[in-house]
């Protein structure tokens, strides 16, 4: 099985990233953590994206704020899939970064996922996996169909919660 890579323009992100690491480690995947900069650090980003193939890498999560350029420098030098996390920073709510994460040019693609949504992160890398794994397609379907559970019973409910 191939592992994720994930990669956090700063360790400032980790919060976002543990949220991505719980699912993974829920659905027993393996993975890579690593605080590789865009900016701060681009040869070694640029590094990590062009071996991540090699090392066994089979879908790279990248999260960053602000001037969010870290999930396209990696995907400029892998065609892996690379899932991208804007995450919140401490001006426009996020905004800034989930515009310059997901609005790449024609060519080079990069899956964005919602603003600090980690976890929505993992499972789309899952999924990814999923294609060639018919074991991890059904965790998928059977973690769905808990949810779906927990959702029906709230609906059991709600008649005497609304009265409340
Ligand atoms: C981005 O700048 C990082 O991904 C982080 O979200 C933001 C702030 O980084 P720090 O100043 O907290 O290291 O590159």
Do not use: W
């Not at 001006?91 to 970064?97: E, I, N, P, Q, S």
């Not at 294609?131 to 005497?160: F, Y």
Request: contains cysteine; proline residues 5%; negative net charge.
């Amino acid at each position: 099985m191939k592992k994720v890579g994930i990669v956090m323009g700063s360790d400032s992100d980790l919060p976002v990233i543990q949220k991505a690491v719980k699912v993974l480690r829920e659905l027993d995947l393996s993975y890579e953590v690593h605080v590789f900069s865009a900016h701060r650090t681009p040869v070694e980003a640029r590094d990590f994206a062009l071996h991540a193939r090699d090392n066994g890498i089979g879908v790279i999560i990248a999260a960053a704020g602000m001037a969010a350029h870290l999930a396209g420098a990696i995907a400029a030098n892998t065609t892996l899939p690379v899932i991208g996390i804007p995450c919140k920073g401490p001006v426009l709510d996020g905004l800034d970064a989930l515009l310059s994460t997901v609005q790449m040019p024609s060519g080079i693609p990069v899956a964005t996922v919602g603003v600090n949504s980690g976890a929505n992160a993992a499972l789309l890398a899952a999924q990814i996996l999923a294609v060639e794994d018919p074991v991890l397609a059904h965790s998928l379907m059977a973690r769905r169909a808990a949810e779906a559970s927990a959702v029906l019973e709230k609906d059991a409910g709600i008649t005497a919660r609304a009265e409340c």
